[in-house]
């Protein structure tokens, strides 16, 4: 299924006089306050975030997974869906691909169908967090970081595989995260893991073609519930310094023990010029991998503010690659998705409408009380008329989970792919 402008142009017309009555409203007020209203659009506008391949289709636990109807079998549906996503949201403009799970049979037709719905091909991500189908070795006790060099070595190589399945695809940069840690006491020795984990990704590093860019992901607990080898921002910063200048940390919001002050890490990163990628989603205890902005919706705010401030002022720092990485057990997942996005660019949005110069004479005049008022005023300001103008001037839905379902989106993907589709992957 493919959404027309047509399409869009009908389902819009419903919200349309409520739009403008809410748009002009706002524009009136933003701009008595000082604020470029146009260049705030264009912002929003221009801010794309890549859409996970494994997300979507329904996710899952190790206890169970629940499928949804409609589910894209194969990588030119998943694409697809990405196509759908973007062509309701005009946020959507990248699909990141999961290596093996979704590796391309005709190169040359997977990049003309994502030309198609103007898609490009975000970060590649490689797996040696699973055991593959006729793989010599085992990921039972660890890959980059494992104590067998044939272990280590089919990892690398799986890793260089992945880089250039990419770069025939046009992207540009290698997302690693490992499962590898231990989950008893004795079972490993630290020291000798990270040195491995070390000399395993410089290995890799030297692969990439001159203008990659490694993104080193870390995580705290889970698989293994005793040590994990890159288990902070600290140590994937320092694996990125150890490998090179093209070598980021990568921030997934779900990758955080409870009440980690994840605006801080970005802040720090950004100072540094080693914050290349980051990972949306939200969690109530650990890595639930929940819609973006569903559950702590104020700290995601707080984190695009120190995010806002770090593109503005630490030019050291590149573009950070943005990508939704998210479970969704029990909802329609590109429902989700759209949530997601939206949450995303209201942080975004709020982030942007923050005085920065009035912030930091606040700041340097020790005035905590006015720190405070200047972000919560930008944080309470209802941004979604901006959203949906910015959708609008590119040809999106003024309502894209309303115009989803106006459309009978979902129905018609299970007309076209049946009930019982499974996705690859989660």
Partial sequence: MKISQQHLSETNKK????????????????????????????????????????ALGAGGTRFGRFGFQGEPGNLEQKIDDVGLLHALTQTAGAISLHIPWDIPKDYTAIRERA?????????????????????????????LSNTSKAVRQQAIAHNIDVV?????????SLTVWLAD??????QGNFQKALQHTQESLQEIYTALPDDWK??????????????????DWGTSFMLAQACGEKAYTLVDLGHHLPNTNIEQIVATLMLKGK????HFND?????????????????????????????????QNPYPAWMIDASHNIKDPLEDLMQSLEAIQEAYAKALLVDQEQLNEAQRAHDVARCQELLQDAYRTDVRPLLAQARLTNGGALEPLKAYRDLNVRKALVQERGANSIASGL
């Fill in 15 to 54: 919200y349309v006089p409520a739009h403008e009555n809410n748009f002009a409203f706002l524009s009136d007020v933003l701009q008595k306050k000082g604020h470029d209203v146009a260049a705030i659009l264009k912002k929003l506008g221009d801010f794309q975030v890549a859409i996970p391949s494994w």
């Fill in 181 to 186: 840690g231990t989950s008893f006491p004795g």
């Fill in 115 to 143: 030309a198609a719905h103007g898609i490009l091909f975000d970060a590649v991500n490689s797996n040696t967090f699973q055991d593959q189908v006729n793989a010599k070795e085992s990921y039972r006790f660890g890959s």
């Fill in 214 to 231: 490694l993104f080193i992901e870390y995580k705290p607990y889970e698989p293994n519930f005793y040590s994990t080898v890159i288990q």
């Fill in 275 to 278: 914050l290349g990628g980051f």
């Fill in 283 to 315: 969690s109530k205890y650990g890595d639930d991998d929940l819609t973006v902005g569903s559950v702590k919706p104020y700290a995601l705010f707080l984190i695009f503010n120190a995010l806002v401030y770090g593109m503005e002022n630490n030019p």
């Fill in 164 to 172: 250039n399945i990419g770069n025939r695809l046009g992207s540009k």
